[in-house]
């Protein structure tokens, strides 16, 4: 062991180990993993070794695909047995729902290129696994490329891999401290003292032990996990050839063949986290206890749908504990204010996933950026709010217990909420809002006043909230909408070259003051990075704020769940364009406000104020005193209507909203509809006017030119704004692919549904793309979807009219091309 590595990985599990193969092949050598005890000491010595691409997340279900593929590869190259037994994975629909379910995931994974699945009727589970009793079976989905593995020989083959590369593996060596240095981390072990410029907590079980040492306290923690191994079986030992891997996905169990037996894991309904608190050193290569009372429910169903166990002598009980996060996901990635300390934790799935997060994380230590989006595991997904003891443990049960429990997206889990309110929360319940959640913070949904009883049923079709979210929208159309937008977030970004620093993070021209504009920020890359809006509230004069600060005041504005994601990136580049002086700070848990949308909104605004609202032109910001309140406004929307964001201090947000609404009483009294709006309309609003949103039209994956974000580039300024190069490259060139709206014909199908993001769209039996979000418009009265498709030879998409089909919840259902913004696409409405 030398004194100085570029990289120290912590920890020779299945990741631990795929991150220092990655990191070596990509050229980086200088790279040392250290273990604690021996290579795959923690959960990875006891896992069963089942691999599969299944994953509610497409991106995620893609890296899976690339870890299983990855096996072979890597047997060729170390000449080593990853004891891979590629024998097809099977999962199994007990009820029309996941039937259904599974159609639609086929059709998703058709998108993410994962080829290898096939839907499989009940006889050809029997043909594929006569040992599945198939009552209640609706059908499954078979993968060719699952199966199961040796999880000691996958992770000595990645670790015998890397060092054939030129990296170095200790072990026996535990890290006892992190240090950060001027330049990098000081690690000290056992074995003496490492410097490095970046270290990796690829620490498993003891990843909450080790993101400690380093200052972060990341949330995740160990669970109990048990599976059997029986006996030898005469109904296995009489097949010819090996049974596939087998998802039972209501029975919650999943089973493969061991020998001429069976393996059977369980997925418990009354989970047992394990040392939550932290995991003792000295925890060797042992079992927990197995509590076989606790799964027997389960264990009941298993037996049910493989009657050969019944009898069936246990040859072995495993309990051991892996870890979980509150959604399931591993946490990968740069750690926000701590530079050079990376995460690779928290994978449930080593053995389908471990591939995939050494891949994503040595791209982005090497290159970066990882090469695709990988949000959905992205340690900055969550904030310190997740790492509280309580939310951890009531979230984390939550996914264990659900783990093969089937999720609608419209549905709504109870874990850890409510954890934070907006000031108005007891406002709008009492006007009737349903609630959703973003990033702990309790957001309405939709509204139904004075129907206490109603509840939005779990479903992938049309929502049975379709009339309470409609009758919201119009009154958008016709008279105002109040959105409480405690759920957007707010930057302020102030000093000496703030300016200057906007100027090069953001890809757009920088307002001058009282101005507001739509502002995509790139990856060095050319790869979008946010949806911003920027406003420059000029010298903040207007006795608001810090006024005594001076200088320009700007605040950045984008989606609330991106906070610890954006503030990454907006530190990181501080660091990298050497903005010195230059802060940002994050204002959202202290401003809130109301978003007002609609042709009759000025005349609401205007009621409660005696400044000039007409004299407020479209993207213009100022001060105005609202009711008994000093509130920022800037004239702006995404409904397509005349609209103004009001932001107050979230301390005076009720005197704000109880004040708009008691003034709108006489608009009310004359016909016109004032109403509270959801978010689930404000979809509805924003697919009417073909506008992308972050996460759907807009993530990592995708570039200015795909999404169309490239109009909002000023390519002419003379900056150097980050990701320039590659913006320019793809004006050059064009993108291979541009988003589209499509209007489904949804209404003609028995049960309507609307497009979901990445169903398949085709022309006759070619995929020319995919859907990123849909929904029904419902004041131009059709269902509507958004679509990344091919472009043809001169780089145009399939024009207006053109005939496609879409695939609807597994069925392939016919749609049309149509021209972009089908609500009011001269914008007349919302130039006011
Ligand atoms: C019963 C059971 C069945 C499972 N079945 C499957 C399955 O079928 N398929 C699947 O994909 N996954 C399965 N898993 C999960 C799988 O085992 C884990 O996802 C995977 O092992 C996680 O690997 P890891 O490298 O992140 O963590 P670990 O395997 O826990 O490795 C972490 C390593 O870090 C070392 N370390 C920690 N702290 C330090 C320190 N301070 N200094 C030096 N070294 C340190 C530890 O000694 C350990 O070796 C199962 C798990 C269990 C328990």
Known sequence: ??????????????????????????????????????????SSWHAAGGFHALNADPNVAALQAYTINLYRELEAETGRSCGLHLTGGLSIAGTPQRWEWLKAQWAVFQTVGIETVRLV????????????????????????????????????????????????????????ALTR?????????????????????????????????????????????????????????ALDRELPMMMDLEGFTYTRQEGNGLLLGVYELDPRHWNLDGVPWDYGLELIDADVDRIAPQLAVGFERYPCLDGAGIRRWVNGAFTFTPDGNPLVGPVRGLPGFWSACGVMAGFSQGGGVGLALAQWMVNGEPESDIFGMDVA???????????????????????FVMSY??????????????AIHDDLDAAGARWGVSWG?????????????????????????????????????????LLDTTAFSRYEVRGPGARDFLDRLLACAIPTPGRVKLAPMLSPSGRLMGDLTVTCWGDAGAGWGDAGAGGEEFWLMGSYYLREWHLRWFESQIESLGAQGVSVRDLSDDVAGVSLSGPRSRDLLAALTRDDVAALGRLRATTLDVGNVRARVARLSVSGELGYELNVPSSRLRSLYRALKETAEPLVAQGVPVVDLGYSALNSLRLEKSYGVWSKEFTWAYTPGMSGLDAFIAFDKPVAFTGRDAALRERETGPAQRLVTL??????????????????????????????????????????????????????????????????????????????????????????
């Open 1 to 42: 062991m030398d004194s100085h590595y570029r990289v120290v990985v912590i920890g020779g599990g299945v990741v631990g180990a795929s991150v220092l193969y990655h990191l070596a092949k990509l050229g980086w050598t200088d790279c040392l993993l250290v273990e604690r005890s021996e290579l795959t000491a923690g």
């Open 121 to 176: 009727t009940p006889d050809e589970i029997a043909e594929l696994a006569p040992i599945v009793d198939l009552t209640g079976v609706y059908g499954g989905m078979f993968d060719e490329i699952e199966g199961h593995l040796d999880p000691s020989g996958t992770t000595h083959a990645y670790a015998a891999a890397a060092r054939a590369r030129g990296a170095t593996v200790v072990q026996h060596n535990r890290v006892l």
């Open 181 to 237: 240095t001027t330049d990098g981390w000081r690690v000290t072990t056992e074995q003496g003292e490492i410097t490095c410029e970046h270290v990796v907590n690829a620490a498993g079980l003891w990843a909450k032990q080790v993101g400690r040492m380093a200052g972060v306290d990341l949330p995740v923690t160990p669970m109990e996990h048990h599976y059997l191994v029986t006996d030898s079986l005469p109904e296995v030992a």
């Open 381 to 403: 997904r969550f904030g310190e709010f997740a790492s509280a003891r309580g939310y951890l443990e009531a979230t984390t049960r939550q996914f264990y217990q659900r783990r």
């Open 409 to 422: 997206p419209n549905e709504q889990l109870p874990a850890g909420r409510p954890l934070a309110v907006s």
């Open 441 to 481: 913070l309790e957001t309405p949904l939709f509204f139904a006043p004075g129907d206490p009883d109603f509840v939005e049923t779990p479903t992938l079709r049309r929502s049975n909230s379709f009339d309470l979210v409609g009758r919201e929208v119009r009154a958008v159309r016709e008279g105002v909408g």
């Open 743 to 832: 209007a489904v014909d949804a209404d003609a199908m028995p049960q309507p549904a609307e497009a979901a993001p990445f169903e398949p769209v085709w022309i006759g039996e070619r995929r020319i793309g995919f859907v990123t979000s849909g929904g029904y418009g419902h004041s131009v009265g059709a269902s509507l979807a958004l679509a990344y498709l091919d472009v043809d030879a001169s780089g145009q998409a399939p024009p207006p009219g053109t005939e496609v089909e879409v695939h609807l919840v597994g069925e392939r259902t016919p749609a049309r091309v149509i021209a972009t913004s089908p609500h009011d696409p001269t914008g007349l409405r919302q130039r006011g």
